[in-house]
């Protein structure tokens, strides 16, 4: 069901998917494919915030720091998620993989790549503060706009 704190949560965790994807831009290779990160790291905050966040925090379910944060994190993780698996099936189809686990493998291997290049100091203090925001909003706005 739609409430205005799902859609509180989702345009912030939008809006501070798109800031840290800029953040990490420059931290990429030049030759890294990099045209969506910004898009695809907003929509994720979409999705976050309207399925995961704003339900537990209208519920009273755990602390609006906790869950901001660990929303932060699913954001995070759903990103990176998403460019290890295109990069892995950008690999399949130039036959870099002889088997299937090789490949799963790819994605595990490219999203600890991925995450070793963004985590840098003021691209997780972002997310992290961000997060922690988007909580206490998320939670005020759950109980006083019903």
């Known amino acids: 069901m739609p409430t205005f704190a799902r859609l509180v949560a989702a345009v912030l965790l939008a809006a501070l998917g798109w ?7 420059p931290y990429f290779d030049e030759g890294t494919p990099l045209g969506m990160i ?3 790291s907003a ?3 979409l999705v ?3 399925i995961f966040t704003a339900p537990k925090l209208a519920r009273g379910i755990g602390s609006a ?3 901001g944060l660990s929303s932060a994190v699913v954001q995070a993780f759903l990103t990176i998620l998403s460019f290890s698996v295109r990069q892995m099936v950008d690999r399949a189809f130039r036959m ?6 090789d490949a799963v493998a790819g994605v595990f291997e490219s999203g600890l790549d991925y995450a ?3 985590g840098k100091p003021d691209v997780i203090a972002v997310a992290a503060i961000g997060g922690i925001v988007t909580g206490y909003v998320t939670r005020y ?3 006083h706009y019903r």
């Not at 870099?96 to 686990?101: A, E, F, K, L, P």
């Open 38 to 40: 910004q898009i695809v």
């Open 141 to 143: 706005v759950a109980r």
């Open 65 to 67: 720091f906790a869950i």
């Open 19 to 25: 800031v840290v994807a800029t953040l990490a831009i």
């Open 96 to 101: 870099s993989y002889g088997t299937v686990m």
């Open 116 to 118: 070793i290049i963004v």
């Open 43 to 45: 929509g994720w905050g």
């Open 48 to 50: 976050t915030g309207w």
